[in-house]
């Protein structure tokens, strides 16, 4: 009888745990994982004591023969507070296949996630993706590049609104 049972009840047990994580960012196959020390917690979760603050994750960086560069720029208008993410080119650009840049807001806003993806095979220096869904708060940037079939996540960093001159 409990040799029936055990399985069921390893069953109902791995469905509960899949379903407890239901909340939890979707991270691409082959991205980074942690470089040492403690997992992050989630990207919705805020920091205590600072206003939508969110945890950054850790990131990889890519072989030196796939070095790319990205740039991560905020306007400085509280009425359109846009975050723009612009390729800025390296050693890798002919093997890049696409870009995925995902802003996460302080607060109120959903989270935006866009593609870059090349029009003529490649990926040019300058194109980029604007988010104007940003805060004056504090908001979450992260950059998943996929290099040859493997995913990479490059950036992942809070950008203060305030911290900006």
């Known amino acids: 009888m409990i040799r029936q049972i055990a ?3 390893i ?12 909340t939890s960012p979707v991270i691409p196959p082959g991205v980074g994982g942690p470089s040492g020390g403690t997992q ?16 950054p994750g850790p990131v990889v960086t890519v072989p030196p023969n796939y070095d790319i560069q990205i740039q991560e ?11 723009t993410v612009t390729f800025r080119g390296g050693k890798g650009q002919i093997f890049l296949q696409k870009m ?21 095979g490649q990926i040019s220096v300058g194109d980029h993706v604007t988010f104007t869904t940003a805060t004056t708060g504090i908001d979450r940037v992260i950059v998943v590049v996929t290099i040859l079939g493997k995913d990479y996540k490059i950036m992942d960093m809070n950008d203060d609104y305030n911290s900006h001159p």
């Open 100 to 120: 995925l840049v995902t802003m996460v807001p302080s607060v109120g806003k959903p989270v935006s996630t866009e593609i870059v993806r090349p029009e003529n």
């Open 40 to 55: 992050a917690p989630p990207a919705t979760q805020s920091q205590p004591g600072t206003q939508g603050a969110i945890y």
């Open 73 to 83: 720029n905020r306007n400085h208008n509280p009425i359109h507070p846009d975050i």
């Open 7 to 9: 399985p069921i009840l």
């Open 11 to 22: 069953l109902i047990l791995f469905a509960l745990e899949m379903g407890a994580g239901c």
